[in-house]
Structures are given as structure tokens and as C-alpha cells.
């Protein structure tokens, strides 16, 4: 114990020590929380460009285009004649539709001719394509509702008659979870646990191979060659210490940008704990197999890098092969984020999230066991011809 508690301390200023992991490992989850809270603050997009040509120029056509400006999540550019390149102007303008209103709308309307308005989506960019996709439909939705009622109110029919014949039911669209499509609760805290893990692997990468490469850890480590998960433990404890200061920098960030914390707060934190426990393990794991430092990070890095477009948060993992989604399961941040979302996101029931904490915990036993035994055998190569008056002497080793 009394070597343990030595090496433990030894770790942590070694850690601190390292201006490197540091600043990566405190200075980046804090900027990217700012950043990332600032780029998401509004929560939704608003005066999306949206372009209108209208051919017909009569009250009517005029009547829709002022609907459309008056919806806050689109801004109106008007064109009287169409210009020689829709697309050109689309671009130019970084507009995400286009609504054309055709010659004789207003005529046409009045004899029932039933004209076609066409809307052109820009969908280069997904995100703002649906946001104005969607407040292009309702105001449309209405003015033609509308139109039709007073059509029908011209001929005689009594206005709550006239609704009944346009609309012979009524449907309802209720949302549910994230009812106002606030894009800050639903991507930033992600990315956070994104970042989390990121650095959690970036520091654990050189845990051990950092040691091994510059010949420290024989002499340091000698008394505790027969101790391989104890040894495990002096290298993840400074990162799972750490961890909670950057979770509770997390939660007062959630606090400065009024995002809701998760339901079930106890279950919460579990999963958290997992989600490290789990992360770290892997990286040491990786660390000893990888004795150069350098290789280490690369091969973590590029095992993360994907992880999110991968865990399924922003899209099904039944949408992926078989072999993407066996890669996503072994990756922490894939349970961790689906249970999230269920608590932050959905607000369900904390059973809801077992499954999730199952897989994690099956990932942390699964790369501890792979790393203790990983550990062993190195612990074994490397002190199998070695005798203790070698290492209090400081022979060359």
C-alpha cells in the first residue's frame, strides 16, 4: 500500500507536470463548451433566406408573400422577374428555398383553376432545409386553407360551415420531447461527453506507453511487478479525478446556458462513472499494447474521431452495417449517448436506460480484463531476468 500510495501521487504530478495534457485535458473541455454553447445558443435558426419569384404580382400573390415574411423563421428576398440563374441567386444568397409563384396565380384562383405553386429546397445544407421546409408548409398550408374558406364564404356558406367542407377532419400533430426544436439541448451536451471522451483517451494513450518509451517504468515500478490491476489503478485514478472536476464544469455550464440537466440525476451519474471508467480502460489497454506514445494517441484518435457519427445519436444505427455497428458498440460514447438522450433529451424512465448502463458496464469489465491481462504479461517480460540489486544499483537495464 505504502508503494501504491507513492506511485499514485507520483502520477498525479506527473500529470500536472505535463503542460501537454494539461491544457488538453482541462483548457479543451472548457473551451469547447463555450464555443460549442455559443455556436448552439439560439437554440433554433431563424430568417432562413428564402427566395420568391412572383410572376403574377397581384394582391393575392402579394397577400402570400407577406404570410410568408411574416413567419419568424424565414426572411423573404422578393423578385418581380425571375432572375437569368436561380441557382446563382440561391447560392448568392445562401438561400435555403425557393417558392415560385406562378402567372395568373390571383385569376386562377378566383375561377378555381387550382394553380400549382412550386417550391424548390435547397437541401445542401440538411439543417436549415427541414427548418424551412417546415415554415414553408405551414404558412402555405394556411393561406390556402384560408383562401378556400373565403371562397366558399363568397358563395353563401356560413364561415363555420365552410371550414367543415374544406377540412372534413381534423388532425393533430403533437411533438413530443424537444418540443421546440431547441438544437442546443439536443447537440451541445453530446458533444460535450464527445470532448470528454476525446481527452480521456488522449491522456490515457500515454499513461504507459509514455513510460515504457522513456525507460521509467522498470525502475519506478519494480515493486509493484506482481501487482498488475493495482498498477492499472495508479495510472486511471488521476483521470477519473480530474473527470469529475470537468463533469462539474459541465453542469455550471449547463446552468450559464440554461440547458435542462437530465432526469434521474443518481442514474445519471452512473453512467457517467461508467462512461469514464469504461473510456479509460481502453486507453490503457491501447497504451499497453502500443508501447510508443506517439502510435498510441494516433490509434486512439482515429478509434474516436468517428465515434460520434457513429453512435447513433443523429442517425439509426439499424441504418448501419452490421460491421459500423459492431465497431460503434465497443466505443463508450455509443451507449452513453443513447442513454443520455433518453434522460435529457426525451425525459424518460430511468429503467429505460438499464440496457445502456449494462453495455457500459460490460465494456469497463471487458477492457479492464483485457488490460489487466495485457499488463500482466508486460509486467512479466519486462522483470522476469531482473534482481533487485539491479534496480538499487541503477545499472543499465
Not at 488538453?24 to 472548457?30: D, E, K, R, T, Y
Not at 443520455?340 to 424518460?348: C, N, R, S
Amino acid at each position: 500500500m505504502k508503494e501504491f500510495l507513492r506511485l499514485l501521487k507520483r502520477e498525479f504530478k506527473l500529470f500536472v507536470a505535463n503542460d501537454t495534457l494539461r491544457s488538453v485535458f482541462f483548457l479543451a473541455p472548457i473551451l469547447y463548451a463555450v464555443l460549442l454553447g455559443f455556436v448552439y445558443q439560439s437554440g433554433k435558426v431563424e430568417n432562413i433566406p428564402v427566395l420568391v419569384v412572383d410572376r403574377d404580382n397581384t394582391p393575392l400573390s402579394n397577400q402570400l408573400t407577406d404570410m410568408l415574411d411574416d413567419n419568424s423563421s424565414i426572411k423573404i428576398i422578393k423578385y418581380i422577374q425571375e432572375p437569368q440563374s436561380i441557382k446563382d441567386e440561391v447560392i448568392k444568397n445562401e438561400a435555403a428555398a425557393v417558392v415560385m409563384i406562378p402567372a395568373k396565380f390571383e385569376a386562377d384562383m378566383l375561377q378555381k383553376k387550382y394553380p400549382e405553386l412550386n417550391v424548390y429546397v435547397n437541401t445542401g445544407n440538411v439543417l436549415t432545409a427541414n427548418f424551412a421546409s417546415k415554415a414553408l408548409q405551414l404558412t402555405i398550408g394556411t393561406f390556402s386553407a384560408g383562401a378556400s374558406i373565403k371562397g366558399l364564404q363568397k358563395m353563401g356558406m356560413p364561415a363555420v360551415k365552410a371550414a367543415t367542407q374544406y377540412e372534413p377532419f381534423k388532425t393533430n400533430y403533437i411533438t413530443l420531447f424537444n418540443t421546440t426544436s431547441n438544437y442546443l439541448i439536443f447537440m451541445w451536451p453530446a458533444m460535450l461527453a464527445v470532448v470528454l471522451q476525446q481527452v480521456i483517451l488522449l491522456a490515457m494513450a500515454v499513461s504507459f506507453a509514455a513510460e515504457f518509451q522513456r525507460g521509467s517504468f522498470i525502475k519506478e515500478y519494480y515493486g509493484m511487478r506482481r501487482w498488475a490491476f493495482p498498477t492499472m489503478l495508479i495510472k486511471v485514478i488521476p483521470i477519473w479525478f480530474f473527470s469529475i472536476l470537468i463533469v462539474g464544469i459541465y453542469y455550471l455550464m449547463h446552468m450559464i446556458f440554461k440547458v435542462p440537466m437530465p432526469e434521474g440525476i443518481f442514474n445519471f451519474i452512473l453512467l457517467t462513472a461508467f462512461f469514464v471508467g469504461s473510456a479509460s480502460f481502453l486507453g490503457v489497454f491501447i497504451s499497453i499494447l502500443i508501447p510508443d506514445a506517439l502510435k498510441a494517441t494516433q490509434i486512439l484518435m482515429v478509434l474516436a474521431s468517428p465515434s460520434f457519427i457513429i453512435s447513433g445519436f443523429t442517425w439509426p444505427l439499424s441504418a448501419m452495417p452490421a460491421a459500423v455497428q459492431f465497431l460503434a458498440n465497443i466505443i463508450p460514447l455509443t451507449p452513453f449517448l443513447q442513454a443520455f438522450k433518453i434522460l435529457l433529451i426525451q425525459k424518460g424512465s430511468v429503467e429505460l436506460t438499464f440496457p445502456y448502463l449494462q453495455h457500459l458496464i460490460i465494456l469497463l469489465v471487458v477492457y479492464g480484463a483485457l488490460g489487466w491481462i495485457a499488463l500482466k504479461i508486460k509486467l512479466w517480460k519486462m522483470f522476469r531476468y531482473i534482481k533487485p540489486e539491479e534496480i538499487s544499483s541503477g545499472e543499465e537495464l
